[in-house]
């Protein structure tokens, strides 16, 4: 199992390049979801201010 | 027929109900080919010969790197189309597109250098296919602080999409940069006209992350088309149904 995280001495170098793919994927799930709620809540004010029932 | 289809397609209702009903069925495959992928990746695929275990740097840097090229091409084409026919819905393809490229364009330069650094004795050089990488994020960067200078979206549409259209050069400059010019950089092991030149152990993960990583980027575009479909609609009674809770 330790030669596992060791990677062959590679460690240092094949770990931080999965850890920032990983968090570009994830951040990216995150970033996408929060520009569509963004989205969302400025449409709803947007008809809120023309004084629609809503 | 093929008319009401594309006709379809321009619609923005008819758009932003189609992406919220398609995205699950692009998210949870991409989770399962990234999650098959890594274990390959980092368990099941060999040590190489001469790179060791170093090699595992493969399976999220060339992912990344294809996602750079694959958004930008899909950004330069929906721009193009959302200026030669001016369809809105173009546009906010192109719009969603720009932050999902330039983080995969980070992700492949950060795991390019960390891969370099071991291989060849440097995180980086000037070379051909880096220096070509790298105006990529430029242009990714200059396309979304265009958009975010102009206030008016349709203007910002417009400028944006000719910057868009006018980058895309850059694409096969880095594809090919490789054969054109002699680089540090490798040529293509995949994406060539013979066969692969890697073994099924290591061709099959990598496969599922490149597949996975657009699967991924199909749901990403798909949600964030949702939004600048939204943004760009101004006192539709369509917007109330999908906005109300």
């Known amino acids: 199992m330790s030669s596992f995280f060791d990677m062959g001495g590679y460690a240092a170098f094949v770990w931080p390049a999965y850890a920032v793919t990983l968090a570009v994927v994830f951040l990216n799930v995150f970033w996408a979801r929060r520009a569509l ?3 969302r809540a400025e449409a709803r004010r947007r008809l809120q201010m023309q004084g629609e029932p809503s | ?16 109900r189609l992406a919220a009903r398609l995205t699950p069925w692009f998210a949870w495959p991409a989770a399962l080919c990234i999650a098959a992928g890594l274990w390959g990746g980092l368990v099941l695929a060999p040590p190489d010969y001469q ?22 091409t899909t950004m330069a084409v929906a721009a193009a189309i959302g200026l030669i026919w001016r369809i809105k819905v173009a546009h906010a393809v192109a719009a969603s597109c720009a932050p999902i490229g330039a983080s995969f364009t980070f992700a492949a330069l950060v795991t390019g250098a960390l891969w370099g650094e071991p291989m060849w004795g440097t995180y980086w050089e000037w070379d051909p296919r880096l220096t070509s990488e790298l105006v990529l994020l430029f242009l ?15 203007r910002a549409d417009r400028a944006s999409a000719v910057l868009a ?10 594809h090919y940069s490789v054969t054109w010019w002699n680089s540090l950089h490798q040529a293509p092991s995949v994406m060539r006209m013979d066969k692969p030149a890697m073994p099924p152990s290591m061709l099959l993960p990598l496969l599922l992350m490149l597949l996975g990583f657009t699967l991924l980027f199909v749901a990403l575009l798909l949600v964030r088309l949702r939004g600048e479909v939204l943004a760009r609609e101004r006192a539709a009674s369509w917007i109330r149904e999908v906005v109300s809770v």
């Open chain 2, 165 to 174: 259209v006018v980058g895309v050069v850059n694409v096969p400059i880095i």
């Open chain 1, 37 to 39: 709620a963004r989205s």
């Open chain 2, 51 to 72: 790179q060791g275990d170093g090699v595992r740097i493969l399976y999220v840097h060339a992912p990344s790197a294809w996602m750079s090229l694959m958004v930008y």
């Open chain 2, 1 to 16: 027929m093929a008319w009401t289809w594309f006709h379809r397609f321009g619609s923005p209702p008819h758009v932003y």
């Open chain 2, 140 to 154: 990714y960067l200059g396309y979304m602080g265009l958009r975010a200078g102009i206030e008016d979206t349709q």
